[in-house]
């Protein structure tokens, strides 16, 4: 059982940044791929990044990649999202995810099993 808590989000201008913290209970966080899911209102909840247990591989979404960046500090059961060029569409609750890493043809995803409360962000325009 892994419980999350997201800090960080809050109001931006866009084209500013934020850097979201989730952090993890339990002993076996380095055991876990992390993750950022966002939902903006009225859609349907959609993935930001990832990264594997050791930190040695990252994924993005189209939608992200440049501008954000996902880390974690395993001494101290935290995974990061820096976001930086915030637009008005990055405008969402953002969620921390923990669970398996699934590989598929040459890639690799984020399979979710514990979920956080959510932080909301809003970047005005």
């Known amino acids: 059982q892994v419980q999350l808590v997201e800090s960080g989000g809050g109001l931006v201008q866009a084209g500013g940044s934020l850097r979201l913290s989730c952090a993890a209970s339990?002993?076996?966080?380095?055991?876990?791929?992390m993750g950022w899911y966002r939902q903006a209102p009225g859609k349907d909840r959609e993935f930001v990044a990832a990264?594997?247990?050791?930190?040695?591989?990252?994924v993005y979404a189209d939608s992200v990649k440049g501008r954000f960046t996902i880390s974690r500090e395993n001494a101290k059961n935290t995974v990061y999202l820096q976001m930086n060029s915030l637009k008005p569409e990055d405008t969402a609750v953002y969620y921390c995810?923990?669970?398996?890493?699934?590989?598929?043809?040459?890639?690799?995803?984020?399979?979710?099993?514990?979920w956080g409360q959510g932080t909301q962000v809003t970047v005005s325009s």
């Open positions: 995810a923990a669970g398996a890493t699934q590989f598929y043809g040459g890639g690799w995803a984020l399979r979710a099993n514990y």
């Open positions: 990264i594997r247990p050791s930190g040695s591989s990252t």
């Open positions: 339990g002993r076996t966080f380095s055991s876990y791929a």
